[in-house]
């Protein structure tokens, strides 16, 4: 998970270089007035989400086999202790009935 984050923000950080470059260099519209630099950083989402998404696919995928694998551990770890206390009270009534 911490490696396609990384990745993902590596491919941010370029886009955001090449972007900046090109407005400063005149070949890319500089935004209005003082938001220049929020215009760089909008230029450089909207390039690195698709080529986030084309390049990363299978580091993606393994990312989000590695989260389900997580939340079903999770699962597991809370139907066992639900479980076991269902036996504790299960237990505790037995033996209530029993000194009835």
């Known amino acids: 998970m911490l490696r396609y984050t990384l990745m993902r923000l590596g491919i941010f950080v370029g886009c955001l270089v090449v972007v900046w470059g090109l407005v400063y260099s005149g070949l890319a519209p500089r935004g209005l007035g003082d938001s220049n630099g929020m215009w760089i950083v909008l ?11 084309v390049v990363l696919r299978k580091e ?41």
């Open 43 to 53: 230029l450089a989402l909207l390039l690195s989400a698709p080529i986030s998404f």
């Open 60 to 100: 993606r995928d393994r990312a989000s086999v590695q989260i389900v694998q997580k939340v079903d551990r999770v699962k597991a770890n809370l139907e066992a202790n639900r479980s076991q206390e269902d036996d504790a009270v299960d237990e505790t009534a037995r033996a209530q009935r029993q000194t009835s």
